[in-house]
């Protein structure tokens, strides 16, 4: 017999279903979503096997979930890495521990967190090259290099046959026999032997080889320094230094040789001649004053503090030319990081390696070049389209910040640009020159949503940052 009517157990079961909804319906009135706390694991690839005295190498993982993971050196001591690349960086030999985790989103549970080494094998080496040939008088360069990058200085264990300059490595022969050179960086040493000979007579010297010219310790000076000179069998009495175009010229008995020029030695060329009893020998080449530089340029960040945007790097200046080259450094992240500032901070920092702009300007009245290096070998960083202000893919102030190629994907470049003033670059910024300066992040850890954090002014660009970040400062010193 089929009945119709309501069972005890029937209304219990709808009263449960009723309770269940009205649950349901709470959570999601709630003030965020319920967390469905899905589980998920990480799964790293092989751990890559460094070569020996090979410092870098790149781990690779993925989360089940396919959300992004971050890396972290549980041996700081050992190796660095970048957290979102991979990149691992080995500081000493020994054993390299990298842990990935993924901390979950409102559809998966944080991924237990998984591990992986790396073994470096650092091992140094010093060797030099082969060694010159002397006569008694001559002067000679003997270079040994390390091969971790270590400098190198010199030493002469035969006084009375040659003496050497200890940072550059230049021999004077003081009499005939076996001149030892002993080379040493960090713990190694290595020694080299140069015989010298005696001359077959005497003549006028060689012309001086090996000439080097760069900015002076004092604005608007010059040092040359003379690698090598055939003494032509006399000792040398005299370098006689001359600029080309003509008008500055220096001497003095030994390399280097500091010369002053009227304001600046920009645009010009200096040659070297040498002297002995017998004659003047024939000029050198003439050679550009070539110098390096560290530049550090700080964005100050109000939403970040204590944490700015600071670029820590290096460039060549030729002032006779007045090109700049090989800008390179790293920028902060001023949204990653602790509370600890600058110079001891734990910010992310990008290696931009990649100069592909210098735009020669006049800001103050004084000549110089706005140089700009990226995080990746193009300059497609900010948007282009338009619709969204954008101008040429990357000029400071354009593209509302939003990064290049927005909607679509994002190819994650950065810059810096800083002005060059090619005459004096140690000299301070003027407020025109500073308000110049700008940068752009468009890397995971540089982003709001679509949008880039850059830093830039009104004065100089129309517009501060994104996150109202500008330059308050650039420093320039020699190397």
């Not at 390390?146 to 010199?154: F, P, Q, T």
């Not at 055939?230 to 030994?254: C, D, K, M, Q």
């Not at 202000?389 to 593209?399: A, C, E, F, L, R």
């Not at 500073?434 to 890397?443: E, G, I, N, P, V």
Request: glycine share 12%.
């Amino acid at each position: 017999m089929h009945r119709t009517g309501t069972t005890p157990g029937g209304a219990a079961l709808r009263a449960a279903l009723t309770a269940a909804a009205a649950v349901t319906a709470w959570a999601c009135a709630g003030e965020g979503p319920a967390v469905e706390a899905r589980s998920q694991t990480i799964t790293f690839a092989p751990a890559p096997s460094p070569i020996v005295n090979q410092t870098s190498v790149t781990v690779s993982a993925i989360a089940s979930s396919g959300l992004p993971v971050a890396y972290s050196s549980t041996t700081p001591s050992v190796c660095s890495v970048d957290r979102r690349a991979g990149v691992v960086t080995a500081k000493i030999s020994g054993i390299c521990n990298i842990a990935a985790n993924q901390p979950g989103d409102t559809r998966y549970a944080p991924a237990p967190q998984v591990d992986q080494d790396v073994t470096f094998a650092l091992g140094e080496t010093l060797l030099f090259y082969p060694a010159p040939l002397m006569s008694l008088y001559d002067r000679a360069s003997v270079t040994a290099v390390d091969n971790l990058g270590l400098s190198v200085s010199y030493a002469t264990s035969t006084p009375s046959i040659c003496s050497v300059e200890g940072s550059t490595g230049l021999v004077i022969a003081l009499s005939t026999g076996d001149c030892t050179i002993v080379a040493g960086a960090g713990t190694l040493q290595e020694e080299q032997t140069i015989p010298i000979s005696a001359p077959p007579g005497t003549t006028v010297p060689g012309s001086p080889a090996g000439i080097a010219a760069s900015a002076g310790d004092t604005p608007g000076t010059a040092t040359i320094r003379i690698g090598a000179t055939a003494a032509g069998g006399s000792p040398i009495i005299e370098y006689s230094v001359a600029s080309s175009p003509p008008g500055i010229t220096a001497s003095g008995p030994a390399s280097p040789i500091s010369v002053t020029c009227p304001s600046s030695c920009a645009g010009h060329r200096f040659s070297v001649t040498a002297t002995n009893a017998v004659g003047t020998s024939a000029p050198s080449g003439a050679v550009d004053v070539v110098t390096g530089y560290r530049v550090v340029a700080t964005f100050h960040e109000p939403d970040t503090q204590p944490n700015d945007s600071v670029f820590v790097g290096s460039f060549t200046l030729d002032a006779t030319t007045g090109v700049v080259s090989g800008l390179r450094g790293r920028l902060s992240e001023a949204m990653t990081g602790g509370a600890t500032p600058f110079p001891n901070d734990t910010m992310t920092w990008l290696s931009l390696e990649h100069q592909l702009s210098s735009v020669p300007v006049t800001l103050s009245g004084v000549s110089g070049a706005l140089v700009t290096t990226f995080l990746l070998d193009t300059t497609d960083t900010l948007s282009s389209n338009a619709t969204f202000g954008g101008t040429d893919g990357w000029s400071p102030g354009s593209g509302m910040g939003l990064y290049f190629g927005y909607p679509g994907a994002n190819p994650g470049n950065a810059y810096v640009r800083i002005f060059v003033n090619t005459s004096e670059p140690t000299t301070a910024l003027s407020q025109a020159q500073l308000d110049k300066l700008a940068y752009a992040d468009c890397t995971p850890g540089g982003m709001m949503g679509a949008s880039c954090m850059t830093g830039t002014t009104v004065a100089g660009y129309g517009t501060l940052g994104t996150m109202s970040g500008y330059p308050v400062s650039q420093t320039t010193t020699r190397e």
